[in-house]
C-alpha cells in the first residue's frame, strides 16, 4: 500500500539553526500539506501546496518557513531560523483525485523536531 | 479559538461494547467532517468521514453520525476491540479552503479485554 514518508524521524538543533525537513508524498498525489503538533496540544495546519505552489498558508506559517517540491517527488519544510516553539511533531500529508472528494488526507509518520 | 472541540481527553471501554466519541464545531462553513486515528509514532490514519449533506455514514464496525443543528458529530465503534486503543482526532475542512483541515485535540481511547 502506497504510503507517505518523513526524513528524519528525529531532528535535533540549536535555536537560530536551518532546519529542512523531507517528506515523499505518494506518487500521483497533487495537493501537499504541513502540518504540525506540539507536545500535548491539537494537530495545526500550516500549508497547501498544489501545482507548484503555495494554496493556503496559516498564521504560524511566517517568513521563516519555507516549502518547495524540489524534483517532482520529494516535498521539504524548511525553517530559516530555529526558535523554541518550533519544537514540535511535523506531519506531512498528500491527497489524491480519487480522495480529494472526502478530502482524505493521508500522512506521513512525522519528523520530531527538538530545538534547543 | 477551537472550531473542533473534542471535550474528553479520554474514554476508556471495555472490550465488545460501544465506544463512542464526540466532536463539536463551531463553524457552519465546515462541509466535511473526518475521523482519524493515531497510534504513538505514527502519523494520523484516515478513519472514516462525512459530508455535511449526510447525518450518518458507516463502515463496518465504524459508524459517525452527524447533527448539523447541534454542531455535533459523534464516532461510535461497535465492538471495541483492544486494536481499536488509540488517540482519534476529529477533524473538519472548511468550504472552498483547499483541503485544510481543523482538527480537534483528540480523544485517547482505551479498550480493555
Known amino acids: 500500500e502506497p504510503e507517505v514518508t518523513q526524513t528524519p524521524s528525529h531532528q535535533v538543533t540549536q535555536m537560530g539553526q536551518e532546519v529542512i525537513l523531507r517528506c515523499v508524498p505518494i506518487?500521483?498525489?497533487?495537493?501537499f500539506y504541513w502540518y504540525r503538533q506540539i507536545l500535548g496540544q491539537k494537530v495545526e495546519f500550516l500549508v497547501s501546496?498544489?501545482?507548484?505552489?503555495?494554496?493556503?498558508k496559516s498564521e504560524i506559517f511566517d517568513d521563516q518557513f519555507s516549502v518547495e517540491r524540489p524534483d517532482g517527488s520529494n516535498f521539504t519544510l524548511k525553517i530559516r531560523s530555529t526558535k523554541l516553539e518550533d519544537s514540535a511533531m511535523y506531519f506531512c500529508?498528500?491527497?489524491?483525485?480519487?480522495?480529494?472528494?472526502?478530502?482524505?488526507?493521508?500522512f506521513g509518520p512525522g519528523t520530531r523536531l527538538t530545538v534547543l | 479559538d477551537q472550531q473542533v472541540k473534542q471535550n474528553s481527553p479520554s474514554l476508556s471501554v471495555q472490550e465488545g461494547r460501544i465506544s463512542i466519541l464526540n466532536c463539536d464545531y463551531t463553524n457552519s462553513m465546515f462541509d466535511y467532517f473526518l475521523w482519524y486515528k493515531k497510534y504513538p509514532a505514527e502519523g494520523p490514519t484516515f478513519l472514516i468521514s462525512?459530508?455535511?449533506?449526510?447525518d450518518k455514514n458507516e463502515d463496518g464496525r465504524f459508524t459517525v453520525f452527524l447533527n448539523k443543528s447541534a454542531k455535533h458529530l459523534s464516532l461510535h465503534i461497535v465492538p471495541s476491540q483492544p486494536g481499536d486503543s488509540a488517540v482519534y482526532f476529529c477533524?473538519?475542512?472548511?468550504?472552498?479552503?483547499?483541503?485544510?483541515?481543523?482538527f480537534g485535540k483528540g480523544t485517547k481511547l482505551s479498550v480493555k479485554p
Open positions: 500529508a498528500s491527497l489524491g483525485l480519487a480522495s480529494f472528494l472526502y478530502n482524505e488526507q493521508f
Open positions: 477533524a473538519a475542512s472548511v468550504r472552498g479552503s483547499q483541503g485544510n483541515l481543523i
Open positions: 501546496f498544489y501545482n507548484n505552489e503555495i494554496s493556503e
Open positions: 462525512i459530508s455535511s449533506i449526510k
Open positions: 506518487s500521483n498525489h497533487l495537493y
